[in-house]
């Protein structure tokens, strides 16, 4: 490896242990209680490092919001190219992989709803974290109106049965996150579970 590959890595490297840094801060002690000198002190180094990387803690949460929809589309997006026999099934695939993601990367959960703001415009569900709106759970919108036009699902208003069973996943996951010590359900059965509940409950 030559010199410039080595400093591209040592670069790459540090700006992952400063993302992390700051995603376990942003989660424990809340984004605006958070400084660049906080980050700092939690990997032990000078903040002119830190500012070496990023303009500010505003570019640093934009880079982890980003990020973490980027890992949570490429599952999706791996689904999709499977082509599941029913968009039920696709849907219920789609959800567990958001589960599955949630309880994975805990701190960054917490980080979507903790700094952002979720409208609907235009019927479309858009998300926005400080300077940024990302078009968010249009796949599960997608497969929503599938099950629906084939009989999967009840033809109600797609945004209705988002919610109902956005909230439920959404519980459930938030209550996992925060209540860990709890005698919960094996992970792969709660999930199975709940959908079964959630299918039976809407159709």
């Known amino acids: 490896m030559g010199i410039p590959e080595r400093k591209r890595r040592q670069r790459r490297d540090l700006k992952r242990r400063i993302l992390d840094a700051a995603e376990r801060l ?3 002690d809340g984004y605006q209680n958070v400084s660049m000198r906080k980050i700092a002190e939690e990997i032990e180094y000078s903040t002119t490092v830190i500012y070496s990387l990023f303009r ?3 570019e640093i949460i934009d880079d982890l919001i980003a990020e973490g929809y980027r890992g949570v589309y490429r599952r999706y997006e791996e689904i999709l190219a499977r082509r599941p026999d029913s968009p039920l099934e696709t849907l219920n695939s789609i959800i567990t992989e958001y589960v599955a993601f949630a309880l994975e990367n805990p701190n ?6 903790a700094t952002s703001e979720i409208r609907v415009i235009d019927g479309q569900l858009r998300m926005r974290h400080g300077g ?3 078009h968010v759970y249009h796949t599960w919108l997608e497969q929503i109106d599938q099950c629906k036009a084939e009989g999967l699902l009840p033809d109600r ?9 956005w909230g439920s996943v959404h519980g459930m996951i938030s209550l996992r996150i925060h209540h860990p010590q709890f005698p919960w359900l094996p992970l792969k059965q709660h999930v199975k579970e709940l959908l079964s509940v959630l299918n039976r409950g809407l159709a």
Do not use: C, G, N, V
């Open 26 to 28: 942003f989660a424990k």
């Open 56 to 58: 500010d803690k505003s």
């Open 157 to 165: 208003d797609t945004l209705t049965l988002f919610q109902l069973i």
């Open 108 to 113: 960054h959960y917490k980080l979507w709803f």
């Open 132 to 134: 940024r709106s990302y």
